[in-house]
């Protein structure tokens, strides 16, 4: 028996309508809205995820961001330690009669580049320091290679000559002297204390060592090199009687055919006579110019003078009667600076650790203010990083102790002057490796020489007289201010003198 529906049951769709159904169904369900991975998380539905394009770009850039935002946070902290450590020095009291201390910045150019880089560095990483501890400084700086090392070697021939040595042609007095002398009438006493140098870079170091040596070492007058213009200027005896003999004769000849050209030159005088005279005005004008310059030239030394003494000659040298038991120290601050396409990952890596390199500066530039110094040490081991700088020249292993002492004052324009000023011994002075490093990264057009070239500080092999190199000193943090800095990295300690705010 058949079961009966109720009376009131909806009858069944048809068979071919069950699709359109089920289509119809499915569009009037509610459509999800946003990224099904945000609502997960409970963010807003409204955003949406970017692309993966989009992805890589932001993950690059936020990383780059986050590693320099880092770098520099860091690199004010570091720069802030060494600021606090020796900020006390500023609070301490000076006498009104008496100038405070002075310290010598040498810095110049690096090789394939200009000044600017090397301002910035100081700048950047010194200057801070020493304003902290209201150090007052004077600046040597080099646009090209020997700049500096002409200026250090002539400053330390005119203190030669204000300690009472004697030169033929002694320097004229300018501003720095006339101070210096108005200063003593009035009362105004020097620093009695350390002074000292900070030299950036291994380039202006080689050229700070050779500058230094040809100051003390050097004679007090520039050397007089013979050239061909003065040989074939000055007459012989023979050609002289052969020059009078001559000119009788010359004479009639230079009559006769004037003689012989004077109708022709009456018929065009005329003609001539007028543009003849803004022509004889010339040469008189052409005349004024080279003694303008020759005026100019006395007034203004060139920038890079030729050395007044070789390598060579360090050993046969004479040491000065105003030379001191123990010169200024000298404190060296690193200065990578590395060119190229090629190098760009190292100048990236770089660019983003700063942090390193202001820890390194700050500490060296802390130890010049301390004013705390030691020996240069001289049993350190001949390394390959410390170029071909070969060990210092004393008397008894330099070639130059036998030569006369014309060879003195001769000018070094040669490399032979290295060459025979070093030898291949297993040891050297510490002043020949510091900063031996950078030399590695120096642009290819500053390892080029050219024909006829003269001395090149920047190529030449470091030659260090005994007598100089033991008199050197050099900047070092002592261990307690060490400590003290780490403290105050710590937050343990503040100003030297000043409670530790909370």
Known sequence: MAESQPPNAPAPPPAGDAGQAAG??????????????????G????????????MI???????????????RYEKKKIQKKWCTLVSHIADESLPTSTMPRKLTVFLSAPPGDGLRPARDHFNEYVKPILVAAAMDWDVIEGRREGEVRTKLAEKVRRLRQ???EVAENPTEPDSELLVQATRQTTGIQEWDGVKGDLVLGRHTWKEYLRGLQEGWLGPLDAPVVPTAETASSSPTPADSPATDDASPTAAPTSTSES???????????????????????????????????ASKSKTKPPAVLTPYISPSSYASAPLPPSFPAELD????????????????????????????????????????VFAASRAYKEDVPTSPSSESSGPSSSSSETSASSDNSPSASSP????????????????????????????????KSAHKRAENEGERPWLESIVLDDRIATRMRRFELEQDQEQRANRIAEGKEGVLGAEVSD
């Open 24 to 41: 119809s169904a499915a569009k009037a369900a509610p459509k999800a809205e946003g990224n099904p991975a945000l609502r997960a998380m």
């Open 329 to 368: 120290p000298s404190g060296p601050i690193p200065f990578p600076h590395i060119l190229g396409i090629l190098n760009t990952p190292t100048r990236v890596y770089r660019f983003l650790t700063r942090r390193h390199l202001a820890d390194q500066i700050g500490r060296e530039t802390a130890a010049v």
């Open 259 to 293: 003689e012989s050209t004077t109708p022709t030159a009456n018929d065009d005088a005329n003609k001539s006579e007028a543009p003849l005279e803004p022509q004889q005005e010339q040469p008189q004008q052409q005349d004024q110019q080279p003694e303008d310059a």
């Open 412 to 443: 070094a324009t040669s490399t032979d002057a290295y060459a025979t000023a070093t030898t291949s011994s297993p040891y050297t002075w510490e002043q020949k490796s510091l900063l031996a490093h950078e030399e590695k990264e120096w642009h």
């Open 43 to 54: 963010l807003p539905s409204r955003f949406k995820l970017p692309s993966r394009n989009w």
């Open 162 to 164: 204000i300690r009472g």
């Open 57 to 71: 770009f932001l993950t690059l850039s936020s990383t780059f961001a986050g590693f320099l935002i880092y770098d």
